[in-house]
């Protein structure tokens, strides 16, 4: 920010006296411009403090004179004495005082460079400070980016810093964190919404950018965070030089932090995709172990598991408050028995999901869910499957030991363990190739070779009723 002519004239040294104008002394001074010419104006860019001896001025020259600084956009006029004129001439006094133009009256005695030195050392100073100002605001958001809150706590002071508020969004513009320093504006879900079509605009661009919008009543700023989402911040007037390095550097360490936690996020969740295995091998005490290691306890009590099919596996885990563990293309989750319902509502808000029966065997109710989840819209139980009932009625070692010797040549085809899935999914799907093929993700060619195989393997014919039947009871198993 560059000094005013008020400061500039307050400098005892320069034995400066304002003549006209004191009401406009608050004029930013970005440079000074020595002049003799009868039109200077070609050469400022406006904002200086225009010095002259009037040496080629006549009374006569006093409004066009002023006339033109003022259109140029000149903060002053200081003319000298001792030279071309001894007293300032009262013509040039009174056009500035008309025209609202400081007139500073410089004595012989103060050499314009002197002037000039002062200023620039004023801007200096100015300058300095600013980055003084900014290193410490750059110093204040870091130590937030420490605490335990983390990014939450970034966006805090940064709402601080700005005088106004920021806002933390993650990649579909949901809300995550929300602060605001005023207390005066709208809630963070209505500013989110007034944003969605910005956000739409910046995730069309190729590569990240930022957006600025300007309203009569406010100024805000829209940076990506990496790949995680968005950050905004705002405030009622046109941010400083120095708050937009606070808020770039802001937007660095929101940066940093997301995709430092997304690292530590996925390695947490192989720990966790091996504390479910070992619960699956019946290792309760060693999963239990691995799991305290990450601060996290096992359920107690009877559970269901449940199987999720979700696009975003982190914003899933978030949302629900109990054991998570990332599962091939699947997040699972052990809902206490209790909470069923209420859990899986959740997770349906992310995706679909499979609902095994609550207190049996985990990796039998592991088995229901996935199955579960092949009929999903958003959310199935095993339990209410269509011939659940019929199935309770068979003898349960005897069932599974049938079930696994008709389905082994699947599960033993060399690595292609998507024929049970393929077949599960035509079975489920009465046959119809387009169906079954679009809930698998694949193309019906594709299902029609795989079925293929599947009769081949398994040495029966899939439109024979009673093989789909005893293959389905087999899967069910």
């Known amino acids: ?9 307050a ?38 403090l225009v010095l002259t001896t009037g040496m080629r001025l006549t009374p006569d020259d006093a409004v066009p004179y002023i006339s033109r600084l003022v259109a140029r956009g000149a903060t002053g006029l200081g003319f000298g004495v001792g030279l071309g004129h001894d007293l300032v001439p009262p013509a040039y006094v009174d056009a500035a005082a008309a025209a609202g133009l400081p007139l500073v009256e410089v004595p012989r005695d103060t050499a314009f460079i002197a002037i000039g030195k002062a200023v620039s050392e004023l801007i200096a100073a100015e300058q300095y400070e600013e980055i003084s100002r900014a290193f ?42 929300f602060a605001d320093a005023t207390g005066t504006g709208p809630p963070a879900e209505e500013k989110a919404a007034a944003l969605r079509p910005e956000l739409a605009r910046l995730r069309r661009t190729t590569s990240p950018a930022s957006l600025a919008l300007a309203t009569p009543g406010e100024r805000v700023i829209v940076q990506p965070v990496g790949r995680r989402g968005f950050f905004v911040v705002g405030a009622a007037r046109a941010f400083s030089p120095i708050e937009h390095t606070v808020v770039n550097a802001a937007g660095s360490l929101l940066t940093l932090a997301l995709e430092q936690g997304r690292d530590q996020r996925a390695a947490a969740g192989r720990v966790r995709a091996a504390v479910f295995r070992l619960l699956l091998a019946g290792q309760t005490e060693a999963a239990a172990d691995a799991l305290a290691a990450l601060g996290g306890t096992l359920p107690e009590g009877a559970v269901a598991v449940l199987a999720c099919e979700t696009a975003d596996a982190e914003a899933l885990a978030e949302a629900l408050p109990c054991f998570t563990a990332p599962w091939g293309r699947l997040v699972v989750a052990l809902a206490p028995a209790g909470d069923v319902e209420l859990l899986a509502g959740r997770a349906a808000g992310h995706g679909r999901v499979g609902v095994g029966v609550p207190g049996v065997d985990l990796a039998l109710g592991l088995d229901q869910a996935e199955r579960a989840l092949a009929s999903a819209d958003p959310v199935a139980h095993f339990a209410e499957l269509a011939g659940q009932r019929l199935l309770a009625l068979l003898e349960p070692g005897a069932a599974a030991a049938f079930a696994a010797a008709l389905l082994a040549p699947l599960r033993e085809y060399g690595s292609r363990g998507d024929l049970v899935e393929s077949l599960r999914a035509y079975l489920a799907s009465n046959g119809h190739w387009d169906a079954a093929a679009q809930r698998l993700g694949i193309h019906r060619h594709t299902l029609r070779y795989r079925m293929k195989r599947v009769s081949e393997l398994l040495g029966r014919d899939l439109d024979d009723p009673s093989a789909r039947a005893e293959l389905w009871i087999a899967l069910c198993l």
Not at 1 to 9: C, G, I, Y
Not at 16 to 34: I, K, T
Not at 144 to 170: H, K, M, N
């Open 1 to 9: 920010m560059a000094p005013t002519l008020r400061r500039v004239t």
């Open 11 to 48: 400098i005892t040294p320069l034995h400066l006296e304002v003549l006209a104008g004191h009401d406009e002394l608050d004029r930013p001074v970005r440079w000074v411009a020595v002049s003799e010419l009868e039109d200077p104006t070609p050469f400022l860019e406006g904002g200086e």
């Open 136 to 177: 410490a605001a750059q110093g204040r958001l870091t130590r937030a980016a420490l605490q335990p809150s983390g990014t939450g706590a970034i966006i805090d002071r940064l709402a601080r810093e700005v005088s106004g508020w920021a806002l933390l969004l993650d990649d579909a513009g949901a809300v995550r964190h």
